[in-house]
């Protein structure tokens, strides 16, 4: 049994609630009196996923264009991005598709992805159509969740996908997980445009 | 290594610890279940047999036979002890997806779980199972041959396992994932991570030389994942201390286990040790004494702790407190118990003769009811308790230091010579003339304190030492190693570091960007800098404490130092943040980064910019993942964000710089990153060819300019390929990293696609290089647009 530990990248305009979902998918951890960070940039949780521990390492990113610049400091090595849009604005969509092409080219190649429209407790202000989204992240084979980090919907559901489909220790042995290569596609869809 | 291989992930940013795993063997359940036919023959075995075998065995060896029909492992046949002829027999069941004992409700998805589980508490059982001795000393090496083994053999000691060291190594091999404990029914996990972090020496103890019996009853609590959810599956008070001989209480009540503080059998040990100070063992100041309880409610509540630092000023070693095991998180204890409450604990450290006073409280029990005024001196003992287990860890770290002092100064040792060259050889380092940059310098400076490190480790007394301190995870013992290797090797050189990585900034413009850039900025509030509208600032108070910490930062010479001052830092700024704001408002990087910029535009640039290079390039790789390495790496955005902050600077290209700047440090990060971990195979400083290095990689690197072309090439594996053979270095590294660290192999990959860009000095000079900067950017735009 190992714990391992998993960076994750948090990813999207500033205001989308990329803080609020870690805040919540934290909040619960199973010993909230154990080692709490000392702020919600940074935190961390562990679950249990098959025989290992994960280990999550929350890296949360401003998402003001003008620290833009800053974030491959972030998402280089990290095993996972979460990119966070709100169901309720375009735009922040629009950014998050730059951000997945920012992390086809200059990410780590086997970075699991996950899209988050935040918000979705706000379907009445609703801009972005869920189907719209979801048939943007099957393209990609992104894991693709609506959330709602004010009422805790599908918050721990992301999280999980994302230890799914983290790729198991060759040397441990046991079933390979539906690992995504982000990396490879990246190559396909740049060699089309060099 | 091979072992070690296993935990450390291929994968990006993924890293498994073993928490105990460094000294290279199985962990107990994977010798467990690499010897499984020995314990669960496959050939029909039956009961007589079985009986036969097992008949004067001691307490707690068992084996466990398969059913003769379904071939499924139906039962658990444990010795009752070599004087009782008796074999005691438990039904196993196997659901299909778990196996439990009958008579228990806990599940295990698999059989060696089930036994580990049982060989550490006995639940059900009458005694714990007993795991021979000798599978602790089972390696990777001889792993083979556990499979080879019979029954027979497994009940007594395979000679060719037989090893002088295996009646020692029974603790070192325990992984440390849980605690699980119990008071009064309640059932009380210990989060493994709190373990990681603060290590659990202030829980238990390790008796080096204790006898057998004694290390068993006391290895304590710690399975290799018995809690997993699968193997855990209800939550029942258990309790991992149980003396083998115990006799099985009444097993129908969810208490079934008695609780280490509700012994009600003094005849029970509970695996108590307790160490006695050494004044009261002259002769013998590692003895420890073993009770039968925690409790001595006759003792002074609150003056014990102070006794008890006062009579052992230099505490050896952590106790193993039973306190922890009581009332703390959980329910008041039921007052009619006839069981004593576990009013005192803590105070019964420093008594020596607690059997007896255990005994006379017995007729009075209900006086110990716990109340308020108690409750309150429970907190305070515990404060102290926990002050006394860390003056404990400080003890052991002091032990440490001073040992490697002495080695370090030890004429004619390795150490002490390796140490010299590496102080002589920085001292001579420096800005060249020619203009070497600066991090390369640094990062054979790293590569050097890691080859110290494993210089260190060769030492059999330094193993000794850090073997006694066996409640600390591998990361611990190591950043405990490396800040003594920064004491010794690191204090001469550091104002030469500061000076050098001064000269290299000033050369380099950094200083005067962030100067100029610093005019621009200074006048802005933290909304024009990005924050949002509530968000607070440090007030003046604040402010000038967060300078003198940067000033005491940039005196450590420590980067583990520097980090945990940074993080003091970066906390008091949350807190000024949401000084003003409604609880419950979360501020994450959106807001912290201005504030933080806020707060460097108000502080010392240069020195903030030394210090935040001293740390990303001498800090141990494997620390950057986690918070020290968030905050760091803030801090070296935010002072970026300053330095290049160009008003009406196309924000894709700052990018690209930044991504440049990132990457040229990750790569180099990178290279040296397998070093830091214990490699099998020592390194010793390779100044020379270093230097030889660097100096081919910087002819290597004028010569691949023109190669820049090419850097866009969408392949990451080609361009990596490139680079390999454009860098004699990068190759080098890239080939060790293969050999010892897979992760670190794919790190470089993960590295590739950008790191063609090449180091910080070269790309800044070189003008085809910026320009090809913006070729990329151009390209870059186009395909942004055809998204």
């Not at chain 1, 979801?134 to 999280?159: G, M, Q």
């Not at chain 2, 603060?198 to 238990?204: I, K, M, Q, R, Y």
């Not at chain 2, 201005?594 to 935040?612: F, H, K, Y």
């Not at chain 2, 050999?739 to 800044?764: C, V």
């Amino acid at each position: 049994m190992a714990l391992r530990e998993l960076k994750v990248c948090l990813l999207g305009d500033t205001g989308v609630g990329k803080s609020s979902i870690v805040c919540r998918f934290v909040e619960d951890s199973f010993d909230p009196n154990i080692n709490p960070t000392i702020g919600a940039s940074f935190m961390t949780k562990t679950v249990q996923y098959q025989n290992d521990l994960h280990k999550f390492l929350i890296w949360d990113t401003a998402g003001q264009e003008r620290f833009r610049a800053l974030a491959p400091m972030y998402y280089r090595g990290s095993a996972a991005a979460i990119i966070v849009y709100d169901i309720t604005k375009e735009e922040s969509f629009q950014t998050l598709k730059n951000w997945v092409k920012e992390l086809r080219q200059h990410g780590p190649p086997d970075i699991v992805v996950a899209i988050a429209g935040n918000k979705c407790d706000l379907s009445d202000a609703r801009e972005v159509p869920e189907k719209d989204a979801k048939d943007y992240a099957d393209s990609i084979h992104a894991i693709f969740v609506e959330t709602s980090a004010k009422n805790a919907i599908n918050i721990n559901e992301a999280f999980t996908e994302i230890s799914k489909r983290i790729p198991v220790i060759d040397a441990e042995g046991g079933p390979s997980g539906k690992s995504f290569k982000l990396g490879r596609q990246a190559t396909e869809s740049r060699r089309t445009c060099c | 290594m091979l072992a070690s291989r296993a935990f450390h992930s291929s994968v990006n940013g993924t890293t498994a610890i073993p928490w105990r795993s460094s000294r290279r063997r199985l962990s107990l359940l994977e010798q467990l279940r690499a010897c499984q036919e020995a314990w669960c023959p496959r050939t029909p075995w039956d009961r007589e047999e079985v009986q036969a075998v097992l008949r004067g065995t001691p307490a707690g060896s068992f084996l466990v036979l398969r059913d003769s029909v379904t071939s499924q492992p139906s039962l658990l046949c444990v010795s009752a002890g070599e004087q009782n002829e008796e074999v005691l027999h438990y039904d196993l069941k196997y659901t299909g997806t778990v196996f439990q004992l009958s008579e228990s409700r806990l599940s295990f998805s698999d059989l060696p779980q089930l036994v580990l589980f049982y060989s550490l508490t006995r639940d059900v059982l009458s005694v714990c199972l007993t795991i021979p001795c000798w599978i602790y000393s089972v390696t990777e090496m001889n792993k083979n041959r556990l499979s080879q083994l019979e029954p027979k053999t497994w009940l007594s000691t395979p000679p060719e396992l037989q090893t002088e060291e295996m009646t020692n190594k029974e603790l070192s091999n325990v992984m440390c994932s849980i605690q699980l404990t119990s008071t009064n029914g309640a059932l009380c996990i210990i989060n493994p991570l709190y373990l990681r972090e603060h290590g659990d020496d202030w829980l238990t103890h390790r008796t080096t030389a204790a006898q057998s019996s004694t290390s068993r009853r006391d290895r304590r609590l710690s399975t290799t994942r018995a809690w997993t959810g699968s193997g855990l599956q209800n939550k029942r008070a258990v309790s991992l201390e149980q003396e083998p001989s115990a006799v099985s209480e009444d097993v129908s009540g969810l208490v079934r286990a008695r609780s280490a503080d509700s012994a009600s059998n003094p005849t029970t040990p509970t695996g108590v040790v307790l160490r006695r100070s050494s004044k009261d063992f002259p002769n013998s100041p590692f003895q420890r004494l073993t009770t039968g309880s925690l409790s001595t409610p006759s003792t002074p509540v609150s003056i014990i702790p102070e006794v008890h630092r006062h009579s052992s000023p230099l505490p050896q070693s952590p106790h193993r407190v039973s306190w922890i095991e009581d009332g703390f998180w959980l329910p008041p204890p039921r007052p009619s118990s006839l069981l004593h409450p576990p009013s005192l604990e803590l105070d019964s450290l420093s008594i020596s003769s607690i059997e007896e006073e255990q005994e006379s409280q017995f007729p009075s029990p209900s006086s110990y009811h716990p109340s308020p005024h108690r409750l309150a001196n429970k907190v305070i003992n515990r404060l102290s308790a926990v002050g006394q287990a860390l003056g404990g860890l400080v003890s052991q770290k002091k032990r440490l230091t001073n040992r490697v002092l002495e080695l370090s100064e030890r004429k004619g040792g390795a150490f002490a010579e390796a140490v010299k060259g590496f102080v002589e050889m920085t001292l001579k380092g420096g800005p060249d003339p020619s203009g070497v940059t600066g991090p390369e310098f640094l990062q054979e400076v790293r590569s050097s304190l890691t080859s110290l490190r494993e210089i260190l480790l060769d030492y059999a007394e330094i193993q000794a030492i850090l073997d006694s301190i066996t409640d600390l995870n591998d990361l611990e013992i190591d950043s405990l190693v490396e800040l003594s290797v920064h004491k010794v090797a690191l204090k001469p050189v550091s104002a030469h570091l500061y000076n050098y990585i001064h000269t290299s900034r000033t050369n380099d413009g950094s200083f005067e960007r962030l100067q100029s850039n610093f005019l621009v900025l200074e006048k802005k509030e933290v909304q024009d800098l990005g924050g949002s509208a509530g968000v607070g600032v440090p007030d003046s108070v604040i402010l000038e404490r967060i300078k003198q910490r940067w000033s005491s930062m940039h005196e450590a010479y420590s980067p583990n130092k520097k980090i945990q001052i940074l993080l003091k830092v970066c906390k008091s700024i949350y807190h000024s943040m949401s000084a003003n704001t409604s609880s419950g408002t979360v501020f994450g990087a959106d807001d912290f980064l201005p504030c933080l910029t806020w707060v460097l535009l108000r502080s010392n640039l240069v020195a903030l910019q030394v210090d935040t290079d001293y740390m990303m390039e001498l800090l141990d790789p494997t620390q950057l993942q986690g918070e020290g390495g968030y905050y760091l790496t803030t801090l070296y955005a935010s002072l970026y964000y300053i330095s290049s902050f160009r008003p009406r600077l196309a924000a894709r290209q700052l990018s690209m710089e930044a991504q440049k700047s990132i990457n040229q440090w990750h790569r180099r990060r990178t290279l040296y990153c397998n070093q830091s971990r214990r490699s099998k195979h020592r390194r010793t400083i390779r100044r020379q060819s270093c230097h030889d290095q660097s100096k081919q990689d910087s002819d290597a690197e004028t010569g691949c300019k023109n190669g820049s072309v090419e850097e866009h090439n969408p392949d990451s594996t080609d361009v990596s390929e490139q680079q390999t053979g454009r860098s004699s270095e990068t190759a080098q590294a890239q080939s060790e990293n293969a050999q010892s660290e897979p992760e670190d192999e794919d790190e470089s990959h993960t590295a590739a696609p950008t790191s063609d860009w090449q180091p910080a000095a070269q790309q800044e000079v070189a003008a085809d290089n910026q320009e090809d900067g913006q070729t990329v950017c151009v390209a870059e735009e186009e395909q942004q647009s055809a998204f």
